[in-house]
């Protein structure tokens, strides 16, 4: 034991880093930040599980729903906690057994344990915690062994379905994976057994939102989510659209729109007479935007990408600094502005399973500055995140004589896994801070995957203490 210990030091010393900045984060935001909205229909969702009739699917409100005979949101938002420093924990063990030296493998795993957004976002009723923990642990199945199981193919296809029912934007993942599978020629069975239990979960719960609301679909609000992201460059006096969705162009001219797209989606007046039974309209006018207005279309999601990717990327408007500040600690949770308004976490009440704590829970104190300077200023940097997509691509091309192709598929998958998220999230939303976190776990070990392989790593050479593993 002694012996372990010694060898994985370092990576203890960070998680040991991680675990006291969630404590300090529990004491300080007792029990868990509230995201108006969304908690509170997540909340109640779980006390009445059915198939989302709205954005939000069963995935998050299922796992509160274990919770629920416990009355407490703490429990909640501590259970997220330990998640994320499990599934660091699962990100180091993996990449020692992939050969790659200790400091190679706790540069991979930091960003888990120590991102301000990170530590933030577990400590939200929302399921970016749980979604960023089930997508990953399902790509860590696939790749744990030098050839995945049937079994182990089909346990993964199980833990991506429950990250795409917490969020849909996994949904594409799933193509990704089967295409990965193919390429690296892991077997007939192995690609059904991914394939087929994708494929039956999905049905089945398509089939279930069919008969309780008439809807085979995911989600109800698709239309008008899509619709929001193509608005803000709507020209409709260039677009050939039908009398029922002619009603939707934006009235405010293009050099007058918003700047965020979420406007069009909670403010604009345009929207109030399409529900989720007349969804199909505005997912229609915004399919014309995208065919009729191709690169218009494809500049906005290229600029919303590019936040996420490149340097100098913050100086944002009044608007997006202020959803921004949401995915921030505050200093102080006291507010004079009315909900709308606000530009910082709300606290969930400690005494019950709902929002609105009481006064004394809000006031300021050292810690909460300590906290919410820590997470302005500890985040991964933009810009590595954008290095960490050209090393996937490099550890692709480029074939060191000593290294394996498999290591350069499997950096591969995990960047594209993680570069396809944001591209699916700012092509049918918007950017935001929070929608790239998930991103940034499966980045972070994705890259030092690929400096392995460009370093020209022999074959598989494991830790002698993680050979069992």
Not at 189 to 206: E, I, N, R, S
Not at 405 to 411: F, K, N, S
Request: aromatic share 10%.
């Amino acid at each position: 034991m002694k012996g372990i210990l010694r060898g994985h030091w370092p990576f203890l010393i960070v998680l040991a880093s991680g675990l006291v900045l969630r404590v300090l984060t529990m004491a300080a935001y007792y029990p868990a930040f509230w995201f108006q909205g969304d908690s509170g229909a997540y909340l109640k969702a779980s006390g009445q599980l059915a198939p989302g009739n709205g954005p939000n699917t069963l995935g998050y409100p299922l796992f509160l729903a274990i919770f629920r005979p416990f009355g407490s949101l703490a429990l909640v938002s501590a259970v997220q906690h330990l998640l994320g420093l499990g599934l660091a924990v699962l990100l180091y063990v993996f990449l020692r057994r992939r050969g790659l030296p200790g400091w190679m493998a706790v540069v991979g795993a930091t960003p888990t344990l120590l991102d301000g957004h990170q530590i933030t976002l577990e400590h939200y009723l929302l399921g970016e915690a749980l979604f960023t923990v089930l997508l990953t642990a399902s790509i860590i199945v696939l790749l744990w062994n030098d050839r995945p199981t049937w079994l182990m193919c089909a346990g993964a296809g199980a833990l991506l379905t429950g990250a795409v029912l917490t969020r849909t934007v996994g949904l594409g993942i799933c193509a990704l994976v089967l295409v990965y599978l193919v390429i690296r020629r892991a077997g007939l069975k192995q690609v059904l057994a991914f394939g087929l239990t994708v494929l039956v979960l999905m049905l089945g719960y398509l089939s279930w939102s069919k008969v309780a609301n008439g809807h085979f679909a995911l989600s109800t609000a698709q239309g008008r989510y899509l619709y929001a992201r193509t608005a803000i460059v709507a020209d409709c006096s260039k677009l050939d659209l039908t009398d029922e969705q002619r009603p939707l162009c934006p009235r405010e001219p293009l050099d007058q729109r918003p700047e965020r797209p979420d406007w069009y989606l909670w403010v604009s007046p345009v929207l109030k007479d399409y529900g989720p039974e007349r969804d199909d309209i505005p997912g229609g006018f915004a399919k014309a935007v995208i065919t009729q207005q191709p690169l218009d279309y494809a500049g906005s999601v290229l600029s919303d990408l590019g936040k996420y990717l490149l340097p100098g990327q913050q100086n944002y408007g009044p608007s997006m600094n202020c959803l921004s500040s949401w995915w921030l600690m505050p200093s102080d949770l006291r507010d004079t502005v009315a909900k709308e308004d606000r530009c910082k976490p709300l606290l969930a009440d400690g005494a019950s399973f709902a929002s609105e704590p009481s006064e004394s829970q809000v006031e300021p104190s050292a810690l909460r500055d300590f906290l919410a300077w820590y997470s302005r200023h500890v985040q991964t940097p933009h810009t590595a995140l954008g290095i960490a997509v050209l090393l996937g691509l490099a550890a692709l091309v480029f074939r060191p004589r000593r290294g394996r192709w498999r290591d350069g598929l499997d950096a591969g998958l995990l960047v594209g896994t993680g570069l396809a998220l944001m591209v699916v999230a700012v092509a049918t939303s918007m950017y935001e801070p929070r929608y790239g976190v998930p991103s940034i776990t499966l980045m972070a070990a994705g890259a030092m995957l690929a400096v392995h392989r460009l370093r020209g790593a022999s074959a598989r050479a494991e830790s002698p203490e993680l050979e069992n593993v």
